[in-house]
């Protein structure tokens, strides 16, 4: 079975500029969950996705949205990008979400903001 | 009461060593405990989980125990081998709240 696939791999971007992060989860799996990991501050959890619908929601400003599609792949996107989105952004999926099931992860989206 | 603290911030073990891993939480209503490895370069995988019901759980060199009275649980490695050199996450949830609540992370180096 193929793992989780998150493209692009690495990206840099401008202040100001938005970005569009693309993730493909395992065969099946309908619920996508989304991070950002910094040095130090440990996985912080963006939304969740479970069949199309945004299931939970982390605490980060509105310029970080995503949205999953019928196929159960999902695109996060953050908009009028800041020095401080410069993250390494992981997805994860499961199959029914993440509280009792093991999420499995991909390797990660690393964002640069100059 | 929905943080998990996690300590160390950093380990470093000698080969053949016991780490040691600590997490408290506060919220009484998590009943699933999992913990994590990520390599450097690759995204996080499960490595061992424990519910309440029990208060030890053995996968080869891992073991977690479990305090429910004192809200804390811990990952113990037994051994300890330069390529469990990681870093280690753990992370509570309950059914109701769809999402992981996680750790802040432990960077262990294992020293040959």
């Known amino acids: ?114 | 009461q929905q943080q998990v603290k996690q300590s160390p911030q950093s380990l470093i073990v000698q080969k053949g060593g016991i780490s040691i891993i600590n997490c408290a939480y506060e919220n009484t209503a998590f009943d699933y405990f999992p913990w994590y490895q990520q390599f450097p370069g690759k995204g996080p995988a499960l490595l061992i989980a424990i519910r309440p019901d029990v208060s030890e759980k053995k996968e080869g060199r891992f073991t977690i125990s479990f305090n429910k009275s004192a809200k804390q649980f811990s990952l113990h490695i037994m051994d300890s081998q330069p390529g469990d050199s990681a870093t280690y996450f753990c992370a509570a949830s309950n059914y109701s709240n769809y999402q992981l609540i996680w750790g802040a992370g432990t960077k262990l180096i294992i020293k040959p």
């Open chain 1, 1 to 114: 079975k193929a793992g989780v696939t998150q493209t692009p791999r690495y990206l840099i971007k401008t202040r100001g500029q938005q970005v569009t992060l693309s993730c493909s989860p395992i065969s099946g799996h309908r619920s996508v969950s989304w991070y950002q990991q910094t040095p130090g501050q440990g996985l912080q959890f963006l939304f969740e996705y479970f069949s199309e619908t945004q299931r939970n929601k982390g605490n980060f400003p509105g310029r970080f949205s995503g949205r999953q599609f019928s196929n159960s792949r999902s695109e996060m996107n953050v908009s009028t990008l800041e020095l401080g989105d410069s993250a390494l952004y992981l997805c994860a999926s499961s199959f029914w979400g993440s509280s009792y099931n093991e999420q499995f992860f991909g390797p990660g989206t690393r964002l640069t903001v100059l």
